[in-house]
């Protein structure tokens, strides 16, 4: 059976969904930045931060793990269980930590925002874990209308009580929206339901496989984090805001082009990855393409950064210019090597990517402080573009040798 027009047929999809969806994450971006200041960004961004880093801490990998067995349905309850108590221990370590986490970021206001925040993992954990059949059986048309509607419900709240709240807990409130939405959709839309049973020997596959998931969220959050924090910490929320506008931004096009590829390619990989000739060429012509694109994207924003922000955030936004050329540089490196995380994946070759990440997070944490400390926002940037730049070279080595007995 061929796989090659399921695929192309998938990347379109997902392809028109993700242009989609961050047609209106760009235009929602927009018109918060137009309402919101650069401190306010900030001061959501600690709670994005927190929210992440407790997701990534507490991942057990069970969407990878339903993907990678043949059989899905016997193991839909085992993770619903696993991801209600994942939901309720992020949301009440987020509760306890908050009083902690607005003293290390010496921001007040970001207490109302981490306490609402709370209750989005909570919810989360109620999800139908089927609907990673969509990726699993390629059916992404119905992922299309299943995403696309959830993401339009979270942009338009997330609008509508910004404008009236002039806050940035009004963003909080759509991503609340937004999953209650995904709730209900997952019961609607997919089957098996699931119950409150579990199977020992799921769980224990969780435990076994997804330590070296978890370990490789971990480094890949601090990765792409830990400037963040650090920024936040040294520099301040104002310097946070502006730093993470244009982190998003410079990633925006570049990374949503690895991302459509690698929701297609995962499954593809997974279902070839024993004709390992098959599945080499098929990485070598997604790779290829992959980095045409994001390096076309990447040289608008190399030569380009004033005119682009000018256009679209407007004056206030101006101190983004000097680090987008760097953080687009770092994008495009990001994208290219995502095609290996995915093969990596398929393959059942979690380790490499933990190894991978783990270099990439070391060479960032090596040189991040003394380069904030001597140049700020464009110290945090070059740190971000020196860790995926020392990585590089293991993501080719991992690559080859999967494919030495080709």
Do not use: C
Request: charged fraction near 15%; aromatic fraction near 14%; avoid cysteine.
């Amino acid at each position: 059976m061929g796989y090659t027009r399921a695929a192309i047929k998938g990347v379109s999809w997902i392809a028109v969904l993700r242009f989609t969806t961050r047609a209106l994450s760009f235009l929602k971006t927009i018109v918060l930045a137009r309402i919101l200041l650069p401190a306010q960004f900030g001061t959501y961004g600690v709670a994005l931060l927190v929210l992440g880093f407790l997701e990534v801490m507490t991942e057990t990998g069970v969407n990878i793990l339903l993907i990678q067995e043949k059989e899905t349905d016997r193991y839909i309850s085992s993770a619903w269980m696993v991801s209600i108590i994942r939901g309720i221990i992020i949301s009440v370590v987020i509760i306890l930590l908050t009083p902690f986490i607005v003293a290390f970021f010496r921001s007040p206001d970001a207490a109302p925002l981490l306490y609402t925040i709370s209750v989005v993992p909570f919810l989360r954990g109620f999800i139908n874990p089927s609907v990673v059949k969509f990726q699993k059986e390629l059916r992404f048309h119905v992922e299309f209308w299943y995403r696309g509607s959830i993401f339009l419900v979270d942009s338009l709240v997330a609008v509508i009580a910004t404008l009236i709240l002039h806050d940035p807990i009004g963003i909080i409130w759509g991503f609340i929206a937004g999953v209650i939405v995904e709730i209900i959709l997952s019961y609607i839309m997919v089957r098996p339901w699931p119950t409150l049973t579990f199977h020992k020997e799921y769980l224990l596959k969780i435990f076994h496989r997804g330590k070296w998931v978890t370990a490789s969220g971990v480094f890949n959050y601090l990765f792409h984090n830990a400037d963040n924090i650090v920024v936040g910490r040294m520099l301040g929320t104002g310097s946070l805001g502006i730093y993470q506008m244009g982190y998003s931004f410079s990633m925006l096009p570049i990374t949503e082009i690895a991302d459509v590829f690698a929701r297609v390619t995962f499954p593809v990989y997974t279902k070839i990855a024993g004709d390992l000739a098959r599945l080499r060429r098929a990485f070598i012509k997604t790779t290829v393409l992959i980095a045409g694109l994001a390096i076309s994207f990447g040289l608008v924003l190399w030569f380009f950064p004033q005119e682009i922000v000018l256009l679209i955030l407007g004056e206030k936004w101006l101190a983004v210019v000097p680090i987008l050329p760097v953080l687009a540089a770092f994008g495009v490196i990001r994208a290219i090597s995502g095609s290996s995380s995915a093969l990596f994946l398929a393959v059942g070759k979690q380790e490499y990517l933990t190894v991978v990440t783990f270099v990439s997070i070391t060479g960032l944490l090596l040189v991040i402080f003394p380069l904030v400390h001597l140049y700020g926002l464009l110290g945090a940037a070059f740190s971000a573009l020196t860790g995926s730049l020392i990585a590089a070279p293991l993501y080719v080595y991992y690559s080859l040798k999967i494919f030495r007995k080709v």
